[in-house]
């Protein structure tokens, strides 16, 4: 039971890391060269709002598995 938790954390914290990533890829390399961000906040739309939501999820099973996890192995 405990490999297939280990192995569950794995994979969601891959796919945590990796939808962070693609959400500050935009936003994030215009400032770092200097870029204007702009200062206005817009609604999100399309993928960045489907990639938003992903994130969310992905973050709450990520935390329930990390919980389960510590419950199982003692």
């Not at 215009?30 to 906040?41: E, M, N, W």
């Amino acid at each position: 039971m405990e490999t297939y938790l280990d192995i569950g954390l794995i994979i969601t914290s891959i796919a945590l890391i990796t939808f962070v990533v693609l959400q500050s890829r935009g936003s994030g390399l215009g400032g770092l060269v200097g870029g204007d961000t702009g200062g206005i906040f817009s609604q999100r739309r399309g993928i960045e709002r489907t990639l938003f939501q992903a994130t969310i999820i992905i973050s709450i099973i990520f935390f329930m598995l990390a919980i389960v996890t510590v419950i199982v192995t003692g």
